[in-house]
């Protein structure tokens, strides 16, 4: 995700989390906002109501942890910025396929795992590092 691939009028998604998202359903942390302006460094989007009028304007920063921009602050991060609502659907998919596999493997539960399961799960989690491994540089 690079800012160049915002553009003033741009629709864009916003997943609202910590303080913001208290209180709301899983549907009503996305919210489609527009971009408002676009600069070197940040990006700043509204909420759109009624067919002129932007409310609630906040400033965007890219965020390494994140891997995404977000809400530019010095306290805590309500709003992440997505380009698509797929985006989101689909890092909340990540998240909860993460939360299952971990559980899965902890607190002894993993005793009824046979070799060749863990084998395969091995192969695909580590085949991209071995290949990296083997391939001349």
């Excluded at 942890?65 to 709003?79: A, L, W």
């Excluded at 971990?102 to 991209?128: C, D, M, P, W």
Aim: glycine share 6%.
């Amino acid at each position: 995700m690079n800012i160049k691939d915002f553009e003033v009028g741009q629709t864009v998604y916003v997943e609202l989390i910590g303080d913001a998202s208290r209180g709301r359903t899983a549907e009503e942390r996305i919210e489609e906002w527009e971009i408002t302006s676009v600069g070197r460094k940040y990006i700043k989007a509204g909420k759109r109501y009624e067919k002129s009028k932007i409310v609630g304007e906040i400033t965007f920063e890219y965020n390494d942890y994140y891997k995404r921009f977000v809400e530019h602050t010095d306290y805590c991060i309500n709003h992440l910025l997505y380009t698509a609502k797929q985006e989101i659907e689909e890092s909340h998919e990540k998240n909860g396929l993460f939360d299952k596999i971990s559980k899965r493997f902890s607190y002894g539960s993993q005793g009824n795992v046979t070799l060749e399961q863990l084998r395969a799960i091995h192969k695909i989690l580590f085949e991209s590092e071995s290949k990296n491994a083997n391939s001349p540089n």
